[in-house]
């Protein structure tokens, strides 16, 4: 599991000529880390005076992104397992009708399966954000930078997430699938992104003042 290796463990098996963890892995990890810079700025907040009246909600918060940065690390490691058993598809023989038909089938359910687990970290990147939010307007103000790159890390997640729901669908056999997870995944990025480079603006103008 990527929670039980040393940062540089992952680095050196993620340049490797395996396949996994690869792009998937990254970005779950990515927004694992950018929830817990969020977690960093709600534990500089809670417990000043100055901050009193949004102590509960920033309990709250940081409940949620606890959630959220073992959800992403859970999915970084789920990307990896559900693609052994693709790649292994590809090796299935097809040599005649009945193969080539039990291969296509296995592959289009082993696509699907590796379609949703980024579609599922893009929904989590979706509600991460929307706890920044909240934190770039109501955190601490010496934490507030930290907002802002815990946000890019989300942001990272998001469209990482997207390229691999693409990579997945682009080969599924069942189109109206295929085409359905795709906008799911457009609806999300834009979603996201959106939100994203609004708080990251936000921070942006409040390091200015």
Same mark, same amino acid.
């Given at each position: 599991?990527?929670?039980?290796?040393?940062?540089?463990?992952?680095?050196?098996?993620?340049?490797?000529?395996?396949?996994?963890?690869?792009?998937?892995?990254?970005? $779950?990890?990515?927004?694992?880390?950018?929830?817990?810079?969020?977690?960093?700025?709600?534990?500089?907040?809670?417990?000043?005076?100055?901050?009193?009246?949004?102590? *509960?909600?920033?309990?709250?918060?940081?409940?949620?992104?606890?959630?959220?940065?073992?959800?992403?690390?859970?999915?970084?490691?789920?990307?990896?397992?559900?693609?052994?058993?693709?790649?292994?598809?590809? $090796?299935?023989?097809?040599?005649?009708?009945?193969?080539?038909?039990?291969?296509?089938?296995?592959? *289009?359910?082993?696509?699907?399966?590796?379609?949703?687990?980024?579609?599922?970290?893009?929904?989590?990147?979706?509600?991460?954000?929307?706890?920044?939010?909240?934190?770039?307007? %109501?955190?601490?103000?010496?934490?507030?930078?930290?907002?802002?790159?815990?946000?890019?890390?989300?942001?990272?997640?998001?469209?990482?997430? %997207?390229?691999?729901?693409?990579?997945?669908?682009?080969?599924?056999?069942?189109?109206?699938?295929?085409?359905?997870?795709?906008?799911?995944?457009? %609806?999300?990025?834009?979603?996201?992104?959106?939100?994203?480079?609004?708080?990251?603006?936000?921070?942006?103008?409040?390091?200015?003042?």
């Amino acid at each position: 599991m990527i929670q039980d290796l040393t940062v540089d463990i992952f680095l050196k098996e993620l340049s490797s000529k395996s396949p996994t963890p690869g792009g998937g892995g990254a970005a $779950g990890l990515g927004g694992a880390v950018g929830a817990a810079l969020g977690e960093m700025v709600v534990n500089l907040t809670l417990g000043k005076k100055k901050y009193a009246d949004v102590e *509960e909600e920033m309990q709250s918060i940081l409940e949620k992104l606890e959630i959220l940065k073992t959800e992403f690390i859970r999915l970084a490691d789920e990307d990896g397992i559900v693609f052994a058993p693709l790649a292994a598809a590809y $090796g299935l023989p097809s040599a005649t009708e009945e193969e080539k038909k039990y291969k296509e089938a296995v592959l *289009e359910e082993n696509l699907l399966k590796a379609s949703l687990v980024p579609v599922s970290v893009m929904e989590r990147a979706v509600e991460a954000l929307g706890l920044m939010e909240i934190l770039a307007e %109501k955190g601490s103000r010496l934490a507030v930078s930290d907002v802002g790159v815990g946000v890019q890390f989300i942001r990272s997640a998001l469209l990482g997430a %997207k390229m691999n729901v693409s990579i997945n669908t682009g080969l599924m056999k069942n189109r109206e699938k295929a085409v359905s997870l795709n906008e799911q995944a457009e %609806k999300l990025a834009q979603e996201g992104t959106r939100r994203a480079d609004a708080i990251y603006a936000a921070v942006e103008a409040a390091l200015r003042k």
